[in-house]
């Protein structure tokens, strides 16, 4: 069976707990306050490898850890509120490819500029470049600690 991707009416934002990606969960919150839009809020990881395999249970740790930090950024962004608009997904696989895919469908993908990873000169993280050039839709990026 094939899996359906829900069609527009949705903003897809990615949180990795960073400063720009509090914002720009902020951000989508308050822009689909404007639009009814619900708030799809992505996290991603990557298993470690061993002969490019992972253990299941370590997959299935590193999720549910995923989760929690998920939830957690969530509450720790809006006072312990978690907004009625935000659902959340904690998912595998390169945040990049992900968040291009999840946003087949979405009216939007807002990401924050500057993730865990990187060099902390570069105007645009690898993941916003990323999003930016092969999102499906259009994307917001946005800087920690604006506005």
């Known amino acids: 069976m094939r899996r359906v991707e829900p069609v527009g009416q949705r903003t897809v934002v990615g949180v990795d707990g960073s400063p720009s990606s509090e914002q720009a969960l902020r951000w989508a919150v308050t822009q689909a306050r404007l639009t009814g839009d619900p708030v799809d809020a992505v996290i991603c990881w990557t298993s470690p490898t061993v002969y490019e395999r992972a253990p299941t249970s370590v997959d299935r740790e590193l999720g549910h850890a995923a989760g929690k930090v998920l ?55 690898s993941v916003s470049q990323y999003c930016a050039q092969y999102a499906p839709c259009p994307v917001v990026v946005l800087r920690g600690g604006a506005g």
């Open 71 to 125: 939830d957690q950024v969530v509450a720790r962004t809006f006072g312990g509120v978690r907004p009625e608009e935000v659902r959340t997904t904690a998912l595998p696989g390169n945040a990049a490819e992900v968040l291009v895919a999840r946003s087949r469908g979405a009216d939007l993908l807002v990401v924050g500029s500057r993730g865990r990873g990187g060099f902390g000169a570069a105007l645009l993280g």
